[in-house]
């Protein structure tokens, strides 16, 4: 269980900040190609030279906006259909060596704004020296106008990250995560792990980069994504990897509610171990050691169980 993990470690994998593929992207609905109406040429650099953890809105996009749920879409060619602005936020640690996972989540002005709103009503305060852009109502597709929000976005996240009660709040969490989370577990329920998987990794390694290795948020996505790769009939590709990961994660974990997550976190390494032909003595010695101490170790919850009972999300168990 102390191998060198690959999914953290392989600098190979690498993906520049300006690849031409963050420019652009393919709808869902129809596979045809999105420009950008924005991008950035050049990288944002600190001020300093140590590894810092960089926001970065590397482009923008205009979107449809989709139609409410139980209406029928607007006729191709119309001119009524609403649009909204995605910026693709990017964030990655600067320094040497090379952050090996730059991660991006796209995110609209609604999402910016009811992060400051939330962070405002909590820690009003802390929020003194931000400026938020206001809304405009017309004009707010132009180029000029997309990168001073770009700009301002930016530096409200930076600040976020430089205050740890704005940092650890959970509207930032909520802002970090959610529509990748949402979209995950939807996928879950469908029972199309094989789409959901790569949603929860790029999750994961955005929280890692945001919060401690062993914070509630981290290990409860991290036991998600194993639970996703080990609940299919054949496990995906990365699930040894992760599983491990999770193993060494949970060493001298000592939140009470996250405990709840170890047990069926061994049952499930058990299992896929065993699928994959490895040897599972030291799993097995780790149960029966928890077993000794009057904790039960069989028939309890499955991981995706124990997971939903801390936090309720759209999968089905």
Same mark, same amino acid.
């Given at each position: 269980m102390e191998n060198a993990d690959p999914i953290e470690e392989d600098v190979d994998s690498a @993906?520049?900040?300006?690849?031409?593929? @963050?420019?652009?992207?393919? @709808?869902?609905?129809?596979?045809?190609?999105?420009?950008?109406?924005?991008?950035?040429?050049?990288?944002r650099h600190k001020a300093d030279g140590n590894m810092t953890l960089h926001f970065e809105i590397i482009s923008a996009r205009i979107m449809p906006e989709p139609p409410a749920e139980g209406t029928a879409e607007a006729p191709a060619?119309?001119?009524?259909? #609403?649009?909204?602005?995605?910026?693709?936020?990017?964030?990655?640690?600067?320094?040497?060596?090379?952050?090996?996972?730059?991660t991006s989540i796209d995110r609209r002005y609604t999402d910016f704004l009811k992060l400051y709103e939330g962070l405002r009503k909590d820690h009003q305060a802390l929020l003194q020296s931000c400026s938020f852009p206001k809304k405009v109502l017309m004009g707010n597709f132009t180029a000029n106008l997309i990168g001073e929000r770009s700009s301002a976005f930016e530096a409200f996240l930076d600040h976020i990250m430089c205050v740890p009660l704005?940092?650890?709040?959970?509207?930032?969490? /909520?802002?970090?995560?959610?529509?990748? &989370?949402?979209?995950?577990?939807?996928?879950?329920?469908e029972r199309r792990n094989e789409l959901a998987v790569p949603l929860l990794e790029?999750?994961?390694?955005?929280?890692n #980069?945001?919060? &401690?290795?062993?914070?509630?948020?981290? &290990?409860?996505? &991290?036991?998600?994504?194993?639970?996703?790769? @080990?609940?299919?009939?054949?496990?995906?590709?990365?699930?040894?990897?992760w599983a491990e990961l999770a193993l060494r994660r949970y060493e001298h974990v000592c939140d009470t509610e996250?405990?709840?997550?170890?047990?069926?976190?061994?049952?499930t390494c058990l299992h896929l171990w065993w699928q994959r032909g490895r040897d599972r003595s030291l799993i097995e010695e780790r149960l029966n /050691?928890?077993?000794?101490?009057?904790?039960?170790?069989?028939?309890?919850?499955?991981?995706?169980?124990a997971i939903h009972a801390l936090d309720p999300r759209a999968e089905t168990i």
């Open positions: @993906t520049e900040v300006f690849d031409e593929s @963050t420019l652009s992207i393919k @709808t869902a609905a129809n596979d045809t190609v999105v420009p950008a109406i924005w991008q950035r040429y050049h990288r060619g119309t001119n009524g259909t #609403k649009k909204y602005v995605v910026y693709v936020v990017n964030v990655r640690k600067d320094g040497s060596p090379r952050d090996p996972f730059p704005l940092r650890d709040s959970e509207h930032f969490l /909520e802002f970090i995560q959610y529509e990748e &989370l949402k979209r995950a577990c939807q996928l879950l329920d790029n999750c994961f390694r955005l929280l #980069k945001l919060f &401690l290795d062993k914070s509630r948020c981290v &290990l409860l996505l &991290l036991c998600r994504l194993v639970a996703a790769c @080990t609940t299919s009939p054949i496990p995906h590709s990365s699930a040894e990897q996250l405990l709840a997550l170890y047990i069926p976190l061994l049952q /050691e928890i077993g000794k101490k009057g904790v039960k170790v069989k028939g309890g919850p499955t991981l995706a169980q």
